[in-house]
């Protein structure tokens, strides 16, 4: 039984465009993180998100990247104005509690920017 | 700056050949090395955490190991199903807990 799951699984997208990517976590955390992964590359911390607000965040989340999680249980993060660069995969991890430090990683979304 | 290294970049192995995959990290402080399990266009599957120095964890034919500098993740006998790319990050005592991930190993098991 996974932890998270993500939606959508692909996303095809305009330059220029703005997308939404979902993170749906089973049951309820506390803490959330987006990483990104450029297709041959390591996978990289974008922001971490406690208590309903940004906690910390990367070099790479910059102002055209937003996360909120609008209804109490969906996760989500937005890229106003994608760009080429943005291509990649974005993965959502939960932490259960302050007890634990392990992340548990969604399946991803692979995002394509034309 | 907080980094991760990991060696090989590559590594492919015949059916029962035990090798080990090497982790070299340097942080401010380590809260944890945690090891990673991740196959072509999933993500990340959590296989262990470590804390301190010494520190063994097992599971299957996997072991993993912790010094005050790097890590090592040993694979004895390995199988097919034990392709994948293997993933350590560690985490800081500073700041969210947020993962410094390496490049990874890619581990290919011949049959």
């Known amino acids: 039984e996974p932890e998270v799951t993500q939606t959508p699984s692909h996303q095809v997208t305009q330059m220029g465009q703005e997308v939404i990517l979902r993170c749906v976590p089973i049951s309820n955390h506390l803490y959330f993180y987006w990483y990104r992964q450029i297709l041959g590359q390591k996978v990289e911390f974008l922001v971490s998100f406690y208590n309903n607000e940004i906690s910390e965040k990367s070099e790479i989340f910059d102002d055209q990247f937003s996360v909120e999680r609008p209804d109490g249980s969906n996760f989500t993060l937005k890229i106003r104005s994608t760009k080429l660069e943005d291509s990649a995969m974005y993965f959502c991890?939960?932490?259960?509690?302050?007890?634990?430090?392990?992340?548990?990683f969604g399946p991803g979304t692979r995002l394509t920017v034309l | 700056e907080d980094q991760v290294t990991q060696s090989p970049e590559a590594l492919r192995l015949q059916e029962g050949e035990s090798s080990s995959l090497n982790c070299s990290y340097t942080?401010?402080?380590?809260?944890?090395l945690f090891w990673y399990r991740q196959d072509p266009g999933k993500g990340p599957e959590f296989l262990f955490t470590l804390y301190s120095a010494g520190e063994e964890k097992e599971k299957e034919r996997l072991k993993a190991t912790l010094t005050k500098k790097e890590s090592f993740l040993h694979i004895t006998a390995p199988k097919p199903e034990d392709s994948a790319t293997y993933l350590c990050a560690v985490q800081a005592t500073s700041g969210t807990y947020k993962y410094i991930f390496g490049t990874g190993t890619r581990l290919k098991v011949l049959a």
């Open positions: 942080v401010s402080g380590l809260r944890g």
């Open positions: 991890a939960i932490r259960r509690a302050s007890l634990t430090d392990t992340q548990y």
